[in-house]
Structures are given as structure tokens and as C-alpha cells.
């Protein structure tokens, strides 16, 4: 079993930062993609920003230019630093990661529970 736990929201006024942590720990043999997601209130969940094994990123049309997604493979951890908050930033965010897992290793998809961010006008 894996176990992915979010950290580091919170409450920030509008142009603030906070940096967002994701610590994966269990049976973990390695990563493929990890990301971020994130879902406000009456919304759909949505992709903010994926890293893959090798480093390469992807982020929304929104949050580019302000968010920066990285990951430590040593540490099992993937972050999102975010700059320059905006009120429409307000949102439940995920961490999502692709592990291989397990007595079999087979690659399983896994989702934290979730850390709030609220950005104030």
C-alpha cells in the first residue's frame, strides 16, 4: 500500500506565495509522472502541474509563469511552489502519483487527501 500525504496550504493573501509538499511512503519501488490537481468548490478537479521520471513538465494555461512543480526521487516527494496567488488559486489541491508498487510491482495510481489553499482578495 502507498500512502501520498499533501502539506503546506493554508491561508494567503492575494500576491503570496506557499509551497506545497507531497510525501509518498509504503511500498514504493519507483515513480513515473507525479502532479498536482486541484478542485474548487462546485468545480470539476483539474491538472495544475505533472513532472515525469526524467523532469519534464506540464502546467495549466493558468498557473503558468507562477507555479513551479519539482520532485527529490531520493525523498519520495513532489512540490508546487506558487507565486503570485490569485483569489480564483482558492482550491482543494492534490497530489497524484504513478507508483510501482507492491510484491508484483505493477504501476498503480494514487491521490493524497487533499490540502487547502485560500487565497484573500
Known amino acids: 500500500q502507498v500512502q501520498l500525504v499533501e502539506s503546506g496550504g493554508g491561508l494567503v493573501q492575494a500576491g503570496g506565495s506557499l509551497r506545497l509538499s507531497c510525501a509518498a511512503s509504503g511500498s514504493i519501488f519507483s515513480f513515473n509522472t507525479m502532479g498536482w490537481y486541484r478542485q474548487a468548490l462546485g468545480n470539476q478537479r483539474e491538472l495544475v502541474a505533472t513532472?515525469?521520471?526524467?523532469?519534464?513538465?506540464t502546467y495549466a494555461d493558468s498557473v503558468k509563469g507562477r507555479f513551479t512543480i519539482s520532485r527529490d526521487n531520493a525523498e519520495n516527494t513532489v512540490y508546487l511552489e506558487m507565486n503570485s496567488l490569485k483569489p480564483e488559486d482558492t482550491a482543494v489541491y492534490y497530489c497524484?502519483?504513478?507508483?510501482?508498487?507492491?510484491?508484483?510491482?505493477?504501476?498503480?495510481?494514487?491521490w493524497g487527501p487533499g490540502t487547502q489553499v485560500t487565497v484573500s482578495s
Open positions: 497524484n502519483a504513478d507508483v510501482r508498487t507492491g510484491v508484483l510491482r505493477r504501476w498503480l495510481n494514487y
Open positions: 513532472i515525469t521520471s526524467g523532469g519534464s513538465t
